[in-house]
């Protein structure tokens, strides 16, 4: 047969101790009897590779951001039922200015570990938003603030959207009035139960359209506050 195959080869048998009449014969051609794969099908198989690649660090990333905001949030309503906690002996504070109360946070147990403590007013959390907590003695009211570094479709801006939804809202009849503002203007105030009439926002009938547009607020100044206050 042409090229030899289905010879019989004498030294095979010396050599491997069977006959080599029955083995195929290998070329180094691109036909069906190549073995192997081309580079077309090779570089198909690194593209389909690299697309799930692509698709899967893309769900890991928005798993992992999905997971730090509600981590933070989580955090968040850890300090402020802590503190609401301590809100009986925070009146007992008499003078004329505000009072920090991150040192009786602290004593509670109410800092995450991933948190740091920057004075007696002010914590920072993993996002690098500043949370202060502090007492008012001449309104005798609680506040914590909370101060975002926001942009547009970030995962702060997200973020704001959860503070309200799945805390603020929730927690309306505790709440006195919510600010959101910067350090030029009050865009919204909305005010929890105690305060609530008919000629005021209130937190109960605050909508998502409300909320987009208060973090909208913040996003456009690249930061705001949203300071919550509680007391009588």
Known sequence: PAGGEGLHRPWCHKILGTDCASWPRMTGGRGANSFGR???????????????????????????????????????????LGMLDYIGDAKKITGSSNVGLTNIAEAAGL????????????????????????YDPRAGELSIDFSLRIEKNSTVDRLCMDLFN???????????????????????????????????????????????????????????????????
């Open 38 to 80: 081309s580079m077309i099908e090779m570089l198909g198989v690194l593209a389909i590779i690299a697309v799930l690649s692509v698709g899967g660090i893309a769900g890991y990333s928005k798993a992992m951001e999905k997971y730090k905001i509600n981590k933070t949030i989580e955090q968040y309503n850890y300090l402020i």
């Open 111 to 134: 800092i995450p570990t991933t948190w740091s403590k920057e004075n007696e007013f002010n914590l920072r959390d993993e996002f690098r938003n500043i949370v202060q907590t502090f």
């Open 166 to 232: 799945n805390i603020l809202l929730p927690i309306g009849s505790s709440v006195s009035e919510v600010f959101v503002l910067n350090n030029k203007s009050n865009f919204a105030v909305y005010f929890g139960k105690n305060r609530c009439t008919s000629s005021r926002m209130c937190l109960k009938d605050v909508t998502l359209s409300d909320i987009r547009n208060s973090c909208d607020f913040c996003a456009e100044n690249k930061g705001c506050s949203i300071a919550v206050k509680f007391g009588s």
